[in-house]
């Protein structure tokens, strides 16, 4: 028998607005009420399942991509990204794409990011006064907005990179605005009112991205070029074609969007947690500094992810019908569901203390396939998932072997920016820089002085 898991009986807009402002307490309350499987009702009143047991995870992730649209699912997006997005493409059309994003992504091309990634956060660090109290959010938005424009949009001329990033912070503030977020979720992506507030800042945006592109194409040194859009226009698909400028502004929009907020609040949420637990930070700030292996790094990482994932859900729409919860329900086709990376990842009887920040949890037992999901999984994980990795290793092992850091006040709450999850503060950290580097500041001072 087709049916839908219970829910609660709450007014769609209540429902919205709960998880908009208490995402995780309301997700919470609802798994303590009903279980592993229920059903939410807060975009555009149409049914979303929400699911946490990892056989349930399991099942979604390993299902076959003509039963499992996460395309057709996340269309709320498709305004800002546009139709030829990775994210709002399914079946073979999203096979092809993904094989052609893949490869700049993979092993050794992370290293060549790696100057650009250091050179950034040696700019941002430069900036940070003695005793300085920091959001660390908007600092990790400008330092992974500067990776973004050098290592994917491959632009280093210093007029041309402020001209963009004007453009780019004025369209990611508007996009990324609370009411921005309910206008979708209660009126729909195709609302007149919203297409027309978001042409008025993606206009701008598109002309430059458009320009940039042609720019690339007529480079006489495109095969030299290291930077991911020219690995793009130079890539090709099993037919010898290549990608579109239409793709190539869509998968551009994707890169910027899901690289630079994601990993900037993964950051500003790990130095908020880190701040918090004087331990757990002494010991990654002694490891980092004696350059030892980089398990804990990692692991910090990895726990700072578990327990703040940015993204709380991802969501698909079956095509077919499917069967969840031990066998107790089985969801028609049309059903939208969504593993709930939040929820997974707080359940005690996979991480015993759910609710503590504790890295040592990740040496004893690294992270399942189904169990660990921040950047999704299947066929549908996170294309830039080794990329934003590797750029927070680097910003955090900049940042603390150049400074310390100290709390401003006690844990900030989960607060949200537009589909992301942020500390309520911007994760106050205070910085003084440490005592090694002055006192070997001043000794180069007093050599250059001789």
Same mark, same amino acid.
């Not at 499992?68 to 079946?91: C, F, Q, T, W, Y």
């Not at 880190?274 to 700030?285: A, C, F, Y």
């Not at 292996?293 to 990692?298: C, G, I, K, P, S």
């Not at 700072?304 to 991802?314: A, H």
């Given at each position: 028998?087709?049916?839908?898991?219970?829910?609660?009986?709450?007014?769609?807009?209540?429902?919205?607005?709960?998880?908009?402002?208490?995402?995780?307490?309301?997700?919470?309350?609802? =798994?303590?009420?009903?279980?592993?499987?229920?059903?939410?009702?807060?975009?555009?009143?149409?049914?979303?399942?929400?699911?946490?047991?990892?056989?349930?995870?399991?099942?979604? +992730?390993?299902?076959?991509?003509?039963?499992?649209?996460?395309?057709?699912?996340?269309?709320?997006?498709?305004?800002?990204?546009?139709?030829?997005?990775?994210?709002?493409? &399914?079946?073979?059309? #999203?096979?092809?794409?993904?094989?052609? %994003?893949?490869?700049? +992504? #993979?092993?050794?091309?992370?290293?060549?990011?790696?100057?650009?990634?250091?050179?950034?956060?040696?700019?941002?660090?430069?900036?940070?006064?003695?005793?300085?109290?920091?959001?660390?959010?908007?600092?990790?938005?400008?330092?992974?907005?500067?990776? *973004?424009?050098?290592?994917?949009?491959?632009?280093?001329?210093?007029?041309?990179?402020?001209?963009?990033?004007?453009?780019?912070?004025?369209?990611?503030?508007?996009?990324?605005?609370?009411?921005?977020?309910? /206008?979708?979720?209660?009126?729909?992506?195709?609302?007149?009112?919203?297409?027309?507030?978001?042409?008025?800042?993606?206009?701008?945006?598109?002309?430059?991205?458009?320009?940039?592109?042609?720019? #690339?194409?007529?480079?006489?040194? %495109?095969?030299?070029?290291?930077? *991911?859009?020219?690995?793009?226009?130079?890539?090709?698909?099993? &037919?010898?074609?290549?990608?579109?400028?239409?793709?190539?502004?869509?998968?551009?929009?994707?890169?910027?969007?899901a690289g630079h907020e994601t990993t900037a609040s993964s950051l500003s949420w790990a130095f908020e947690q880190l701040t918090q637990r004087p331990q757990t930070l002494e010991r990654l700030t002694e490891e980092l500094r004696g350059g030892e292996d980089e398990a804990y790094v990692d692991a910090v990482i990895q726990e700072t992810m578990r327990l703040r994932p940015v993204l709380p859900i991802v969501? =698909?729409?079956?095509?077919?019908?499917?069967?969840?919860?031990?066998?107790?329900?089985? /969801?028609?086709?049309?059903?939208?569901?969504?593993?709930?990376?939040?929820?997974? #990842?707080?359940?005690? &009887?996979?991480?015993?203390?759910? +609710?503590?920040?504790?890295?040592?949890?990740?040496?004893?037992?690294?992270?399942?396939?189904?169990?660990?999901?921040?950047?999704?999984?299947?066929?549908?994980?996170?294309?830039?998932?080794?990329?934003?990795?590797?750029?927070?290793?680097?910003?955090?092992?900049?940042?603390?072997?150049?400074? &310390?850091?100290?709390?401003?006040?006690?844990?900030?709450?989960?607060?949200?920016?537009?589909l992301t999850i942020v500390p309520d503060h911007g994760g106050r950290v205070r910085v003084v820089r440490r005592a090694e580097a002055v006192v070997a500041g001043a000794a180069d001072e007093g050599a250059l002085a001789l």
């Amino acid at each position: 028998m087709l049916d839908l898991p219970p829910g609660p009986k709450q007014p769609r807009y209540a429902q919205a607005l709960q998880w908009v402002m208490r995402p995780q307490e309301f997700a919470v309350r609802q =798994r303590e009420r009903f279980g592993d499987v229920f059903t939410l009702e807060f975009i555009d009143g149409q049914p979303l399942v929400f699911l946490s047991d990892p056989e349930d995870i399991r099942t979604v +992730f390993t299902g076959a991509a003509n039963v499992m649209h996460a395309g057709a699912a996340n269309k709320v997006l498709a305004p800002i990204l546009g139709a030829r997005s990775i994210l709002l493409l &399914d079946e073979a059309e #999203h096979l092809r794409q993904r094989r052609l %994003l893949l490869p700049p +992504f #993979h092993g050794e091309r992370m290293l060549r990011y790696e100057a650009i990634m250091a050179e950034a956060a040696e700019r941002e660090l430069e900036t940070w006064q003695e005793g300085e109290t920091i959001a660390m959010l908007p600092r990790m938005q400008a330092l992974t907005l500067e990776v *973004i424009m050098r290592a994917v949009f491959g632009i280093e001329d210093g007029l041309e990179m402020e001209r963009l990033r004007v453009l780019l912070r004025t369209m990611l503030q508007a996009t990324t605005d609370m009411r921005q977020m309910a /206008l979708s979720l209660i009126m729909g992506p195709e609302s007149e009112r919203l297409q027309r507030r978001l042409r008025e800042v993606l206009d701008p945006v598109d002309e430059e991205l458009y320009r940039v592109i042609a720019e #690339h194409r007529g480079a006489s040194d %495109l095969e030299q070029r290291e930077d *991911i859009l020219s690995m793009l226009l130079l890539a090709r698909d099993e &037919d010898g074609e290549a990608m579109t400028d239409l793709e190539l502004r869509d998968e551009l929009m994707t890169l910027l969007l899901a690289g630079h907020e994601t990993t900037a609040s993964s950051l500003s949420w790990a130095f908020e947690q880190l701040t918090q637990r004087p331990q757990t930070l002494e010991r990654l700030t002694e490891e980092l500094r004696g350059g030892e292996d980089e398990a804990y790094v990692d692991a910090v990482i990895q726990e700072t992810m578990r327990l703040r994932p940015v993204l709380p859900i991802v969501i =698909r729409l079956l095509k077919e019908p499917i069967t969840v919860g031990q066998g107790r329900f089985r /969801l028609p086709a049309g059903t939208r569901v969504a593993p709930a990376i939040m929820l997974v #990842h707080l359940r005690d &009887d996979i991480y015993p203390e759910p +609710f503590e920040f504790r890295p040592e949890r990740f040496i004893e037992t690294p992270p399942g396939t189904y169990t660990w999901i921040p950047f999704g999984g299947g066929m549908r994980r996170c294309v830039g998932s080794a990329f934003a990795l590797f750029e927070m290793r680097a910003v955090l092992r900049a940042v603390l072997t150049t400074f &310390d850091i100290e709390a401003v006040g006690g844990p900030e709450r989960i607060a949200r920016r537009s589909l992301t999850i942020v500390p309520d503060h911007g994760g106050r950290v205070r910085v003084v820089r440490r005592a090694e580097a002055v006192v070997a500041g001043a000794a180069d001072e007093g050599a250059l002085a001789l």
